[in-house]
């Protein structure tokens, strides 16, 4: 089987833009891309998966 033709699916599940995290100091949330994940708004690293 090889249908490769322009209707290719693309599917952009939310996982792949980022895993979503919530920051337990100012409870912003927002998406972080690997371990290191800071809050974009008070740079905090006290940040939790959703
Ligand atoms: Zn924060």
């Not at 090889?2 to 792949?16: E, F, K, N, R």
């Not at 337990?24 to 008070?42: A, E, W």
């Amino acid at each position: 089987m090889c249908l490769v033709d322009s209707s290719t699916s693309i599917d952009i599940d939310s996982a792949d833009l980022g895993t979503r995290y919530i920051c337990l100091d100012c409870n912003t949330k927002f998406r972080g891309i690997g371990k290191k994940v800071k809050c974009p708004s008070c740079e905090s690293v006290n940040v939790k998966k959703i």
